[in-house]
């Protein structure tokens, strides 16, 4: 099993910055993409960001501009640097990690909330 365990949540003010890092443990064996998706109270879990071999980046629309994605195929850590942060950007921040074998194995952390006040 992998676990994921995220920190850097908490409350800032619009236009303010706050960077999300997550830590992948356990049995690694072969990771291909790590990233974050959020949840908004009432809505649907979305991809904010995520990051695969060969570092390519994709973003939700949303974010593009204003957030970037960083990993560390080392430490089996991931980043997430938010700027000017909008209320809209408020929800729960899940880590997320995916690993293959020949089979496609999918890892989700706790979540840290990010609450951004107008």
């Known amino acids: 099993q992998v676990q994921l365990v995220e920190s850097g949540g908490g409350l800032v003010q619009a236009g303010g910055s706050l960077r999300l890092s997550c830590t992948a443990s356990?049995?690694?064996?072969?990771?291909?993409?790590m990233g974050w998706y959020r949840q908004a109270p009432g809505k649907q879990r979305e991809l904010v960001a995520v990051?695969?071999?060969?570092?390519?980046?994709n973003y939700a629309d949303s974010v593009k501009g204003r957030f970037t994605i960083s990993g560390d195929n080392v430490k089996n850590m991931v980043y997430l640097q938010m700027n000017s942060l909008k209320p809209e950007d408020t929800g729960v921040y899940y880590c997320?990690?995916?690993?293959?074998?020949?089979?496609?194995?999918?890892?989700w952390g706790q979540g840290t909330q990010v609450t951004v006040s107008s």
């Open positions: 990051v695969s071999s060969g570092d390519r980046t």
């Open positions: 997320y990690v995916r690993q293959e074998d020949g089979y496609a194995y999918n890892y």
């Open positions: 356990g049995r690694i064996f072969s990771i291909n993409t």
